[in-house]
Structure formats: C-alpha cells, structure tokens
C-alpha cells in the first residue's frame, strides 16, 4: 500500500511566506508511526505546487498512492479539498484521508459537504492513524468503526467513533527524524494558556506533555548528523518548565552540537538563568505574544500578562544577546486610535527588534468562533466559501476594512522609525564566557539592516549607519567574520576603499580560510588599483567560480 502525506496550499499569498510553508511537526510523526509499521509512507510539502498546478496530476500518476493523507490546519483546506478531487478523479477507488487541527474541529463539515473526503482524524492522529490505515489495509469496514478518533459515513449517517487515545508519553512515539529531515521540532504539546483567538485550550484542554530532554536532543543531534544547523523550536511555550529546558541546554552544549536556534515563549516564565543556558546553547531568537498594549483588549483576549512583564521579559532576552520579538494582533473587540496608541506606547517602552502584526482573525475552534456563531445564529456552513479565515473587524460594525489598514499601516510606520533608537539602546550582560556570544548577536543583528530582511524596507532610516555601528559595536566583544565582511561591505559601498581594506585585512588575519572575506579584501584592493595585492587574494582560492574571473581580470591588468 502507498501512503501519500501531504501538506497542500493556502488559498491567499503570504507576507511571512515562512507562516505557511512547513508541515506541521506532528506530519512528520504520523509518516514515523507508518513506517515503523513497514508502510511506504512518503511526505509531500505542498505548500506552493498551487504556482505550478500541473505537477499535481504528474505527481499522483507517478507516485499512485492507495491513500492520501492531508495535514489541514483551516488556511489550507481548498487546497486540501482541490488536490482530493484530483486524485479521486485519477483514481475513483482511492481514500482520501483528512486530518490536523483543521479537521478536528471540522469533521462533520467536511464529511457532509465533500464526498472526496472519506474519512478525518481527530486529535492526536498518530495511531488513529496507523489504525485506520490497517483497517483499509484489512478491507474490514467494521475495523474501522472500533477505531477511536475517526469520523466517517455510516449510510446516511455521519459519525465519530470517539475521542483519541491521549498519548501521555510522548517518547513512546518512534523518532521522525530516523525516517525524515526537517528543523520545526517540539519538545512538548500542549499550551496551559487559555488565549480566545487561539485553539490550543480546546485542541489539548490546557494540559501539556513533555519529551524527555534526552529523546528531544537525540532528535536534534540526528538531524545535526543529516547537516541542519539551524532549527524553530516550536513548542508555544518553551520555557514553561525550567528544569527541562536547562537539561536540553546542558545536553546540547555537552555533545558538542552547533546549532543556533529560535524559540517561542510566553513572558511569564522569562528567567535570567534560563535565558544564560538557552544563549550559550545557540538559541538567538525568542518570540513573544503580547497581542495588544492595551490591558483591556488583553483581558477580552485572555492574555493574562502585564506590562510590567512584558518589559522586563524584552529587556531580559535582549541583554542576553537573544533577538526579542513581538507578535501584535490589531483590529481587536473595541479596538481605537487610543488602544492603537496605548500599542505603540508599548512598543517604545520594550524596545523589540523583531515585530509581526496580525489582524485578529476567527478560526474553528476558538473561544471567539464559539461566541461569534452563538451571536450571529450562524453555523459551520460559512465554510462552504473559498475564504481561509474570518476577520473579526467584519462582524464588527464599529470596524471597517480602512480603518483597520490605517492601523497596521501606523503601528509598522512607528515600529520601522524607532528601530535604529532600539538598537542603540541595546545594553548587554557583562558576563563571562559571552563576548563571542555578544559578538556574534550584533553581527547578525547588523545583518538584518544591511543583507537581510531589513535592508529593503525604506521606513527604517539610517539602515546602513545602523549596520556599520552594530558591525563596530560586536569587533569590540570579538573578532566575528560576519562583521569584518558586513563592515568591509558598508564602506566599499561609501567608496572608502582604504578603511575597507584595513578592515578586511584585520578579518583575514583572524580568519586565513574564509572565502567571502579574501575576496571581498580583493575588491577593495582592486579599486585601488593594487592589482598584485587583489591578484594574492583571489588565487587563495583559484579554484572557486566568484574568483575565477577576479583573477583573469587582475593578471590582465598586470
């Protein structure tokens, strides 16, 4: 039997394309389960194929699966429910199998409304899943109604034959990455949170389970050996017990893994010493939801935090060298040029490096679904349009769609104009063992204004000017190649050649082997007409194809 995994489209394009375009992790380990049960299982990131939609077609002729299985979260179920009318036209006796957080909360809808869709799991699917798969295997359609958290047609009928077994020892599940490689790993599921927006309080009943430190890192290292260096730690709230988060540190600096990595977290479990033990084990990035800067809107969203939390969370991270990042949602109940501003008061006051803004939006699921059908009498056949989410500001007749973009269009404007004022008031940890650490966290940070993401928004001013400090401000902690290159760059661009070659030269001394740094040295030598000195750095590295031309030209210049 060929099993199909598949993680399809979303209707709509993405700003943060990076929101939508990995499989959730819990794909990964159903496709682990299949295969420890010696079923070919294959993944499929799908996420995109909608830019090429002939590939589908020759994918499935190809690959001839016996069962599709689709990771639907809500955003992309057209996509989903697209590629099922695909398959099951190529091949009317295949199952089509829906599952994720999408078709937990939707079961009924889409087994009374898409007859492509045979069967949902529901819940945690990994063994729902393995069990379903063996009854189709077994062709016994009796089997399949004794397995617990599955939704199919009975007749006329629709039924679910129970809630999924809770795995309570998350390490009883068999190690994706064995079978896979990815980098959005999770050490727990669960959130204890209680957020209206978010499903999480009705999907895992506020409860959370934990990998053992030791299973998590052995996953790690595994991918580390398969050559991923950088992973998303994907737990909502990774610092919620402390103990378990030192452990995985500790285990990670003690086998030698070198790995940077980015985390999400809530401020109310911030500690200084967690935060010593997450740096010097390669985490550079922490998000945070702090929603809103008004109390009264963080209350309606039951976002129990304060502001005097929130800040010292951002200050903490910050001064560890981690990348402190906000997520805002605007457009909320009652939401107003005050609140606006109570929002942008915030963001003065924490000082974040990092901000993405939402508009609130309503999903299955939620607290606010729940209200929002109670109060409109409606039901889930608002589903039945090809919309992948309701905005909160069209059910609200104190809202409208231009007030709304005028919001988000004001708090980016304030975020992007403060930002070079939030880098200068950065104030790091005098501690020992950290001055890499420090170095290395300016230099990506400077990074970000003059390669990366940064570089190309044209509300943040002075972004060169803002580099070139950072760049200065980390070779103060350390010798770092990024910032040698990224300052060498910076007055290359500023045509002062004669700074740029001291610079350079400085980093290749304490980097003799770094390609990017010769030839960047041999440039500026270059325009200074030092055609021998330039000619000396390139043919370090003769064999490489950015060199191969640098060469040619200076030994004709010579």
């Not at 980098?183 to 934990?210: D, E, I």
């Not at 390669?282 to 005097?308: F, H, M």
Request: hydrophobic share 40%; glycine share 8%.
């Amino acid at each position: 039997m060929k099993i199909l995994l598949i993680y399809p489209y979303c209707l709509e394009e993405r700003i943060h394309e990076e929101d939508v375009q990995v499989p959730p992790i819990g794909l990964y380990y159903v496709g682990a389960v299949l295969r420890e049960h010696q079923y070919d299982c294959e993944i499929l990131n799908w996420h995109d194929i909608n830019r090429t939609p002939g590939l589908i077609r020759e994918t499935l002729a190809a690959k001839a699966p016996d069962v599709i299985g689709f990771s639907v979260l809500h955003a992309n179920r057209w996509g989903a429910i697209e590629i099922a009318r695909i398959a099951r036209e190529m091949n009317p006796g295949i199952r089509i199998i829906f599952g994720g957080v999408g078709a937990t909360f939707l079961w009924e809808h889409f087994l009374r409304h898409f007859k492509e869709v045979d069967f949902c799991v529901v819940g945690e699917g990994e063994y729902s899943f393995l069990k379903l798969i063996e009854a189709i295997d077994g062709k016994d359609s009796g089997a399949i109604e004794k397995v617990p958290g599955v939704a199919l047609r009975k007749g006329r009928a629709i039924i679910k034959t129970g809630e999924p077994v809770r795995i309570t020892n998350l390490d009883r599940l068999p190690d994706p990455a064995i079978h896979f490689t990815f980098q959005h790993v999770s050490s727990t599921r669960g959130c204890p949170g209680n957020c209206t927006f978010c499903g999480s309080p009705r999907l895992w009943r506020r409860k959370v389970q934990f990998h053992s430190p030791a299973y998590f890192v052995d996953q790690l290292e595994r991918l580390y050996r398969k050559g991923v260096r950088f992973f998303y730690f994907s737990d909502d709230t990774f610092m919620l017990k402390k103990d378990h988060v030192m452990t995985i540190c500790r285990e990670i600096l003690h086998r030698g893994l070198h790995i940077s990595w980015a985390a999400i977290s809530h401020v109310n479990y911030v500690d200084e010493e967690v935060l010593s033990w997450m740096r010097r084990a390669g985490c550079t990035q922490i998000s945070y939801g702090v929603e809103s800067g008004s109390p009264r809107i963080r209350r309606l969203l039951n976002k129990i935090t304060r502001a005097d939390q929130i800040q010292r969370a951002f200050s903490l991270t910050t001064r560890y060298g981690i990348l402190s990042r906000a997520y805002f949602i605007y457009g909320c109940p009652g939401e107003n040029w005050d609140t606006i501003q109570e929002t942008i008061d915030l963001i003065q006051a924490i000082k974040p490096l990092g901000v993405i803004f939402y508009i609130l939006d309503i999903f299955p699921g939620t607290a606010l679904y729940a209200d929002y059908i109670k109060r409109s009498g409606g039901s889930d056949d608002v589903w039945l349009r090809r919309v992948e989410d309701i905005l909160y500001f069209e059910i609200d007749p104190k809202l409208h769609k231009e007030l709304i973009l005028d919001f988000g269009r004001r708090l980016r404007t304030e975020f992007y104009r403060s930002l070079p004022s939030f880098v200068d008031a950065i104030d790091l940890v005098n501690s020992e063992g950290f001055a890499e650490l420090h170095a290395d966290f300016l230099s990506r940070l400077g990074m970000t204004f003059s390669h990366g993401d940064y570089a190309g928004i044209e509300a943040i001013p002075n972004k060169l000017e803002t580099a070139a400090r950072l760049y200065e401000r980390s070779l103060k902690y350390a010798p770092n190649d990024r910032a040698y290159l990224g300052l060498g760059i910076i007055r290359q661009k500023e045509r002062r050649f004669d700074d740029s070659v001291r610079i350079l030269s400085d980093g290749v001394r304490h980097f003799p082997d770094n390609e990017p740094l010769h030839i960047c040295l041999g440039l500026s030598h270059m325009n200074l007409g030092q055609y021998g000195e330039a000619l000396s750095c390139f043919e370090k590295f003769s064999d490489s194809k950015q060199a191969v031309p640098y060469i040619a030209e200076c030994r004709r210049r010579l």
